[in-house]
């Protein structure tokens, strides 16, 4: 299951050690629900942290 984590954030041109360290840090800080796990896909977690990059582009 490992293996396939890993994977997958390294298909969608992640660091895996970033994705899953941010990945768990949420998950125990119950900062996301668990309705909404699935924005911690690494697909989902590239767009999230891509929007937030231009967010913070445009402010700056």
Known sequence: MLASLVNSARLNGLDPETWLADV???????AIPVNRLDELLPWNWKADREARGQL????A
């Open 56 to 59: 913070e582009r445009v402010a």
């Open 24 to 30: 768990l840090e949420q998950i125990v800080s119950g």
